[in-house]
């Protein structure tokens, strides 16, 4: 089957970059999604990048797509404690992540 | 906030009963999707509408059914219930079948 893989655990101290890593397996996948999702609440889109961009910058995030690799990645530049929350990577709306519990340490 | 309502919120039910959740999309928005986030599941998509036709699905069970209305809101169906049905259920909405999707809050659904 296809799965979207991404490790379960990061944690930062306030003020790092965080990291988040992805990886899917279609390669038809047009539109690749980052969500986040804070305790008791929805997912929140935080943004997307098109298969056909290679990088996408907005404001503190950029999202950063190797296609060869099929490799998708989230940087969260100067990590606050707002930014602890779960994290979804998705393949369009089909296939979702388990998810990465970012954690923000003051 | 997304613009895309659910309803209820929060919802406690006996096993064997049934319920339904009732979406309402964003503004203009023709495809509906809804999802099942269950603890040992994860996210797991379950069904898409788009303008009142299914228009692909995934992991629903026979017991769970749907619907998109003329007016483009949307209701899932969960019968014959059972203790791992327990779950939090999202609907999603697109302008597209390709356009970007958002979420609403959810309805948070025990079953005991």
């Known amino acids: 089957g296809e799965d979207v893989e991404q490790s379960l655990f990061l944690s930062v101290r306030e003020g790092d970059s965080s990291v988040i890593n992805c990886t899917y397996t279609?390669?038809?996948?047009?539109?690749l999604y980052w969500y986040k999702q804070e305790p008791g609440a929805g997912l929140q889109l935080l943004t997307y990048?098109?298969?056909?961009?290679d990088m996408k910058q907005d404001q503190r995030l950029t999202v950063l797509l190797n296609k060869k690799d099929k490799h998708l990645s989230l940087r969260i530049a100067d990590t606050q404690t707002g930014d602890s929350a779960i994290y979804f990577c998705a393949e369009y709306g089909m296939r979702f992540g388990a998810g990465t519990r970012l954690t923000v340490k003051p | 906030d997304s613009g895309v309502t659910q309803t209820p919120k929060h919802l406690i039910t006996a096993t064997g009963q049934r319920v339904t959740l009732r979406c309402s999309p964003r503004s203009g928005d023709l495809s509906v999707y809804w999802y099942q986030q269950s603890l040992d599941q994860g996210l797991q998509f379950l069904i898409q509408?788009?303008?009142?036709?299914?228009?692909a699905k995934g992991n629903i069970l026979e017991r769970f059914s749907a619907q998109q209305f003329p007016d483009l809101h949307s209701e899932l169906n969960l019968s014959s219930l059972e203790l791992g049905d327990s779950a939090l259920y999202f609907c999603?909405?697109?302008?597209?079948?390709?356009?970007?999707?958002?979420f609403g809050e959810g309805s948070w659904l025990t079953v005991v």
């Open positions: 279609d390669s038809s996948s047009t539109y």
């Open positions: 509408y788009y303008n009142g036709e299914e228009r």
């Open positions: 990048i098109f298969s056909n961009m």
């Open positions: 999603a909405s697109s302008a597209n079948s390709g356009n970007t999707i958002y």
